[in-house]
Nanobody, 121 residues
C-alpha cells in the first residue's frame, strides 16, 4: 500500500510558476507509475502528466505540453510537477496518483488528498 501527500499548491498570477510535490510512503515507490491529475469545479478529473517508474517515459496532456514538467526522485520517494507559464484555466485541485502502469499512462490505484492551485488572471 502507498500513501500519497501533495504539497506546493497556492495562489499565483497568470504567467507565474508553482512546483507541486507528492511524497509517498512505503519502500515500493520506485515500482509504481506515478501521475498528476487535476479537477476543476464542475469538470471531470483529467490526467495532466505521468511518469514511468524509471522516469524514462513521460506523458503530458496537450494542454500542458511545453509548460509543465513531471519528474521523480526515487531515493526520496517523491514526485514533482513543475508548472510554468500558468494560465487561468490551470486552476484546479491537483491530485497525485500511483499505479501499476498496466494501462500506460492510466491505471492508478492510490490517490492523494489533493492540493489547490489557483491562477489569477
Amino acid at each position: 500500500q502507498v500513501q500519497l501527500v501533495e504539497s506546493g499548491g497556492g495562489l499565483v498570477q497568470a504567467g507565474g510558476s508553482l512546483r507541486l510535490s507528492c511524497a509517498a510512503s512505503g519502500r515500493t515507490f520506485r515500482r509504481y507509475v506515478m501521475g498528476w491529475f487535476r479537477q476543476a469545479p464542475g469538470k471531470e478529473r483529467d490526467l495532466v502528466a505521468a511518469i514511468s517508474w524509471s522516469g524514462g517515459n513521460r506523458y503530458y496532456a496537450d494542454s500542458v505540453k511545453g509548460r509543465f514538467t513531471i519528474s521523480r526522485d526515487n531515493a526520496k520517494n517523491t514526485m514533482y510537477l513543475q508548472m510554468n507559464s500558468l494560465k487561468f484555466e490551470d486552476t484546479a485541485v491537483y491530485y497525485c496518483a500511483a499505479g501499476s502502469g498496466g494501462n500506460w499512462p492510466y491505471g492508478y490505484d492510490y490517490w492523494g488528498q489533493g492540493t489547490q492551485v489557483t491562477v489569477s488572471s
